[in-house]
């Protein structure tokens, strides 16, 4: 029998699965909910009203419980990672850490500088944190499982993100603190940099579907059953790269580069404000999470996997294994100058990312006119954009001189390779060159 996905029908292992499996769209109950407030008569606006305050208060409280989690486990990671422990005093392996952190943070004083501009200083935080939040309401969770199905989701994202650079710059600037100030403004210059790249990596996304609507693009990919990432392999990457900048992730954190700048745009708060700034971060990625696997990663689909685990699993386990890539590369990488990062925007992702446009457009247009099939069109653009992916950032490294030997990496010489360190004593002479006799 087939599977029905409205009733459940079809499958067969028992009633008993089949009631679990009910749990696929958590709005089910949110909806029984709904009928039964319809049916006290109650005014059409209420249930509108209610079902909005329902997502706010279930994004909110994941947003949350991940967070917590996530403080923890980034930090045993990365501990792992530079051979460390990580946090194990606060509760069982530290469990408790983030709990006495956060409560930390409500008990220190929140200093407001003499000189600081009273009003914009307590905006700022404010202003960064909830651009984050909004865009959280525009990703589909699973099948009919968002806030809001916007048709143009993918522009509200855009724009939406872009206000953090009216934000940092509010702060920065509000904070009457030189090293505040400079930290903004090398802040903004990199934003306004990446935001480029990140328009055009979605871009090509929304040739390819046809649609700025969030859940368009995942049910796309599952009519298609293809992943954008196997089509945009070089978007996926520059995207990448600019949202580590967007939201500040390292290598790409040249806002908060303590020995240049102190602590960046956000210098002088401390207490409450500065857990904004740090919350922020934490649902700035997870939201940028959200939109890679919308869009790159199939959503809550996955090639029918979808018919036999919750599609709000599935896609809860794709975005935190996105989020692990953030950690990874926070814990493995060297922070880049922010020369080095300004002229990697311009002079290499920009051109890249140019480039693939017009190849997208190019590849869409064949489809369109040619008339091919999905099955034969859409393998054939993954091998060649694929290929053009490695040829580009190859060619173009070489053409910018970046894979000649002396601009290459050398790797670090580790201690066990250096072998024993014998002591010489000095003689006569040395002895009095240093004295000053000779």
């Not at 960064?128 to 969770?141: K, R």
């Amino acid at each position: 029998m087939p599977f029905d996905p409205s009733t459940g029908s079809g499958l067969r292992t028992g009633p008993f699965l089949a009631e679990w499996y009910d749990l696929r769209d958590l709005g089910n109950a949110v909806g029984a909910f709904l009928d039964w407030i319809r049916d006290q008569g109650a005014p059409d606006w209420v249930p509108y009203v209610v079902s909005g305050l329902i997502g706010v208060v279930a994004i909110l409280l994941w947003v949350i419980l991940s967070q917590l989690a996530f403080i923890w486990i980034e930090r045993r990671v990365i501990g792992r990672m530079q051979a460390r422990i990580g946090p194990n005093r606060v509760g069982p392996q530290g469990l408790l850490q983030p709990i006495a952190d956060t409560i930390k943070l409500f008990l220190k004083e929140a200093i407001t500088s003499r000189k600081a501009d009273r009003a914009l200083f307590w905006v700022g935080p404010v202003l960064i944190f909830l651009p984050a939040l909004a865009v959280l309401a525009v990703i589909p969770f699973g099948r009919g499982m968002f806030l809001t199905d916007l048709n143009v989701g993918v522009l509200f994202v855009i724009a939406v993100a872009s206000v953090n650079t009216v934000a940092v710059f509010v702060a920065g600037w509000a904070s009457n603190n030189k090293f505040a100030l400079l930290g903004a403004m090398r802040t903004v210059a990199m934003l306004i940099s990446y935001e480029l790249i990140q328009v055009l990596a979605l871009l090509g996304v929304v040739v390819f579907a046809g649609s700025m609507r969030m859940g368009a693009v995942v049910d796309w990919q599952s009519d298609f059953n293809v992943w954008v990432l196997f089509l945009q392999p070089l978007a996926f990457i520059s995207f990448i790269i600019a949202s580590a900048v967007e939201i500040g992730r390292s290598p790409m954190d040249i806002s908060e580069a303590e020995s240049e700048i102190v602590a960046g745009y956000h210098t002088e708060y401390s207490g409450i404000k500065f857990g904004f700034f740090y919350a922020a971060e934490y649902i700035a990625a997870f939201a940028v999470c959200g939109i890679i696997v919308t869009l790159y990663l199939g959503g809550w689909t996955a090639w029918g996997l979808e018919q036999w685990v919750p599609g709000w699993l599935l896609f809860l386990g794709k975005l935190y294994l996105t989020f692990f890539l953030f950690i990874w590369t926070r814990g493995t990488l060297p922070r880049l100058r922010i020369d080095q990062l300004m002229a990697f925007a311009w002079k290499f992702l920009l051109p890249l990312a140019l480039l693939n446009v017009v190849v997208t457009g190019a590849e869409v247009l064949i489809w369109r006119e040619a008339d091919l099939s999905a099955g034969v069109a859409l393998p054939i653009f993954g091998v060649v954009n694929a290929g053009l992916a490695v040829a580009l950032i190859l060619g173009w490294a070489t053409f910018m001189g970046h894979l000649r030997p002396e601009r290459r990496a050398k790797r670090a010489v580790l201690t066990q390779e250096l072998g024993a360190i014998y002591y010489t004593p000095p003689t006569g002479t040395d002895e009095a060159v240093r004295t000053g006799e000779a």
